[in-house]
């Protein structure tokens, strides 16, 4: 029972971060040993009163009293505890993972049945179990879909301790027979606890199969989780390669760039490692571009603009009245791009500038336009928010050049344009940085980040599994609601 939960729990890890020829993924995951150890030990804290409120499954045999048969069957089981001197697990070289209980005991109850020639009864027992050992190791690899796929490599159980206290009714009948049907018992559990563990993995490689990994972030963007090479397990991590590359609900177009090659160890500390490649941070910006986003607000009616631009623009607005309104916006010309060198983001920002004088009965006229061509350099990270369940991104942004080029040749604007770039160039940088520093919220709460890294092609980052929500997911088999 222990170990079905257990199971479930590192199988879905493998499956939600989320497989013949070899390719670069988008994201490349390196699970740890830590990982195992503090999934095991939050098994052990939530498990037994999860137990406690589903019943088992009855158990029905036959026994031999003499020369007659008499039929028992143990019926409404409940667990009332569940205790081991040890819960294990550990990756498989190769192959996927081990799973060990040793020391079992459990206490069960149950109503029960007895009827033959001789006797026909009914009442209430107890079921001690001991000395349980249970061994399982569970092989790991992409099915056809690349999703992740799972199957029994062996199975060990063996139960050595087994005794029945029979409550009620005839006490002499049941001494004679508690020695057989304990033996029994002994003998069909040891048989049958692979044969259902054997079961359970099946429906649980049904459900890996049920996973959404084509996941919808809003309704302009999804991404493509499948895997794209079968998991490697040494013994000391487990590798798993996602595409991670985004796609259009609207239109159902992927953009699917082709990513470097990634490679960094695992690192001491962290259950997990991740690194995001650049090709992935460009498919989203293409796909979020192709989707009518990448427009800012520089100015509007409401902005508190510094005192050159409100100059600028109330001069600009001369020729229209009174008006003090003003609406300018920054629309992206084509998807920006993003270069990752280490310790450094580079994007670059083809764009145009809309400057409008906003004019009573709804009306307005355009001040200028202006086409822009921006690169600035960001030191960023990603860490837990502070305020709500998720991360944020947070960094700084350098300018590394700024062009601007206003089109309305024989205009006030234009006689301005060196004014005029050298104003939107400072607050430009002003609106990065603000919102940089106030940081970015990622409403993503699967993973609790411990640190952020930028390397050459790809950002790495060093997080520990939310379990509280790997639970929910567990429970939905969607990995969007993490």
Request: net charge neutral; charged share 15%.
């Amino acid at each position: 029972m222990v170990m079905s939960w257990f199971c479930s729990a590192v199988l879905l890890i493998l499956s939600a971060l989320c497989l013949c020829s070899a390719e670069n993924p988008g994201v490349k995951v390196k699970l740890t040993k830590m990982i195992m150890d503090k999934g095991a030990a939050y098994a052990k804290q939530n498990l037994i009163s999860q137990l406690k409120d589903k019943p088992l499954p009855d158990v029905n045999g036959t026994i031999t009293m003499g020369e007659e048969n008499m039929n028992y069957a143990f019926l409404n089981i409940r667990l009332v505890d569940f205790n081991y001197t040890s819960l294990s697990s550990s990756f498989v070289p190769g192959t996927g993972i081990k799973l060990v209980i040793k020391g079992g005991t459990t206490t069960l109850t149950s109503d029960f049945e007895l009827y033959g020639w001789l006797l026909t009864d009914n009442g209430f027992c107890m079921l001690n179990l001991t000395e349980i050992c249970i061994t399982v190791i569970i092989g790991v690899q992409r099915d056809k879909s690349n999703k992740p796929s799972i199957h029994t490599v062996s199975c060990e159980a063996d139960i050595l301790g087994v005794n029945l206290t029979m409550i009620g009714g005839v006490s002499y009948i049941y001494d004679a027979i508690r020695k057989p049907m304990i033996k029994m018992i002994r003998n069909d559990l040891n048989q049958q606890v692979c044969s259902m563990l054997r079961g359970q993995i099946q429906q649980w490689d049904q459900t890996l199969n049920d996973l959404k990994l084509n996941i919808l972030l809003d309704n302009s963007i999804g991404v493509d989780l499948s895997l794209v090479n079968d998991p490697v397990f040494t013994e000391q991590n487990a590798e798993i390669d996602s595409e991670c590359m985004f796609y259009s609900p609207v239109n159902e177009t992927k953009v699917a760039l082709t990513p470097a090659a990634m490679s960094f160890d695992a690192q001491k500390g962290s259950m997990l490692t991740v690194g995001l490649s650049e090709a992935s941070f460009n498919s989203a910006s293409q796909v979020y571009h192709s989707g009518g986003g990448f427009i800012f607000r520089l100015f509007d009616a409401h902005s508190k603009s510094n005192s050159k631009a409100a100059a600028l623009l109330a001069g600009l607005c001369q020729p229209f009245g009174k008006t003090k309104k003003q609406l300018v916006l920054l629309s992206a010309s084509k998807a920006p791009t993003f270069l990752l060198q280490t310790n450094n983001v580079t994007v670059g920002f083809s764009g145009i500038i809309n400057a409008h004088a906003l004019l009573p009965r709804a009306q307005r006229e355009t001040l200028f336009t202006a086409r822009t061509d921006i690169c600035f350099s960001a030191q960023v990270s990603i860490l837990d928010s502070n305020f709500l369940p998720g991360l944020n991104l947070t960094g700084s942004i350098s300018l590394n050049s700024f062009n601007l080029h206003v089109e309305q040749e024989q205009s006030e604007a234009k006689k301005r344009e060196a004014e005029i770039k050298a104003i939107f160039m400072e607050e430009i940088l002003r609106m990065l940085n603000d919102n940089l520093q106030t940081g970015l919220y990622i409403p993503f709460r699967f993973f609790k980040i411990t640190t952020s890294t930028i390397k050459k092609g790809f950002m790495m980052v060093n997080a520990n599994m939310n379990f509280e929500c790997l639970e929910n997911v567990l429970s939905s088999g969607n990995p969007s609601k993490s």
